[in-house]
């Protein structure tokens, strides 16, 4: 059973840090590109920053310089290091691993709730 687990999500002032982690099982990790979405209230599901298997990495603009994804293969994780924290952050933040390939599927975590307020 595929199973990406999100933690690390909660309220923090503007200015602020948090760091995400997204603990994958069941799957090849090492093998997947994975991937950080936030999805506002009454808003689509964004992408914000995606990491490949050789660990080349994309950002959104709205997040580039602040924003830092990160993987551990030998951990089975994906990190996502949020600095200077703004009020338009706040969201679900989801935990994505992208399909190898058109024959496979991919996962998403449950996600995690970030508050940015002062």
């Known amino acids: 059973q595929v199973q990406l687990v999100e933690s690390g999500g909660g309220l923090v002032q503007p200015g602020g840090s948090l760091r995400l982690s997204c603990a994958a099982s069941?799957?090849?990790?090492?093998?997947?590109?994975m991937a950080w979405y936030h999805q506002a209230p009454g808003k689509q599901r964004e992408l914000v920053a995606i990491?490949?298997?050789?660990?080349?990495?994309n950002y959104a603009d709205s997040v580039a310089g602040r924003f830092t994804i990160s993987r551990d293969n030998a951990e089975n994780t994906v990190y996502l290091q949020m600095n200077s924290l703004k009020p338009e952050d706040t969201a679900v933040y989801y935990c994505?691993?992208?399909?190898?390939?058109?024959?496979?599927?991919?996962?998403w975590g449950q996600g995690t709730q970030v508050t940015v307020s002062s």
């Open positions: 994505n691993a992208k399909a190898p390939n058109p024959f496979m599927r991919e996962y």
């Open positions: 069941g799957i090849t990790f090492s093998s997947y590109a």
């Open positions: 990491i490949t298997t050789g660990g080349t990495t």
